[in-house]
T-cell receptor, first 116, second 111 residues
Framework: DTGVSQDPRHKITKRGQNVTFRCDPI?????LYWYRQTLGQGPEFLTY????????KSRLLSDRFSAERPKGSFSTLEIQRTEQGDSAMYLC??????????????FGPGTRLTVT | GNSVTQMEGPVTLSEEAFLTINCTYT??????LFWYVQYPGEGLQLLLK?????DKGSNKGFEATYRKETTSFHLEKGSVQVSDSAVYFC??????????FGAGTTVTVRA
């Protein structure tokens, strides 16, 4: 197992453009999470999936953001009409369905988005 | 709400020095507590965790004890190495899915 992977690692886009990021979780993990990390801050929760069901979305996830996990495997995060404030590192994590607060979440390397 | 406050950095130490990074939290119920580490150019990885009061998590010479009475989870290492240079994040999970992180503390260890 190679861990959680994310693609692309870096994305530079112009304001107003749409972008899509992909996350491939660890294969046996049925939970998948998205976080956002801005410079000098810790990651902030955006949303999570259990299999293909999106079970919670943070208020940080405005209407311009949409996440999918159509077959319960990989996930995509799309940002429409990007704004400069969207510039951040977008992190994906996965875990088993332990239903327990002590379960470890395994993080990918992140996708760094820069909106110019 | 749930929140984590950790010691501001950056912290610069000499090799073999003692490291402590303070972390306090606010949460309802009995959260699990974590320290994650981010080495230069790498992703976040779990360093250690504790899931109930008075538990001690330990890994790679680092330790942290879950103190419910002081709502703290301070990270310590007795003798740091250059390879410990990284950003350290304290985090809590009050339920079974959402981690809340502190702002991170950058640690630089000089030879």
């Amino acid at each position: 197992d190679t861990g959680v992977s994310q693609d692309p690692r870096h994305k530079i886009t112009k304001r107003g453009q749409n972008v899509t990021f992909r996350c491939d979780p660890i294969s046996e993990h049925n939970r998948l999470y998205w976080y956002r990390q801005t410079l000098g801050q810790g990651p902030e929760f955006l949303t999570y999936f259990q299999n293909e069901a999106q079970l919670e979305k943070s208020r940080l996830l405005s209407d311009r953001f949409s996440a999918e996990r159509p077959k319960g495997s990989f996930s995509t995060l799309e940002i429409q009409r990007t704004e400069q404030g969207d510039s951040a590192m977008y992190l994906c994590a996965s875990s088993t369905e332990g239903g327990w607060a002590g379960d470890e979440q395994y993080f990918g390397p992140g996708t760094r988005l820069t909106v110019t | 709400g749930n929140s984590v406050t950790q010691m501001e950095g950056p912290v610069t130490l000499s090799e073999e020095a003692f490291l402590t990074i303070n972390c306090t939290y606010t949460a309802t119920g009995y959260p699990s507590l974590f320290w994650y580490v981010q080495y230069p150019g790498e992703g976040l990885q779990l360093l250690l965790k504790a899931t109930k009061a008075d538990d001690k998590g330990s890994n790679k010479g680092f330790e942290a004890t879950y103190r419910k009475e002081t709502t703290s989870f301070h990270l310590e290492k007795g003798s740091v190495q250059v390879s410990d240079s990284a950003v350290y994040f304290c985090a809590l999970n009050p339920n079974d899915y959402k981690l809340s992180f502190g702002a991170g503390t950058t640690v630089t260890v000089r030879a």
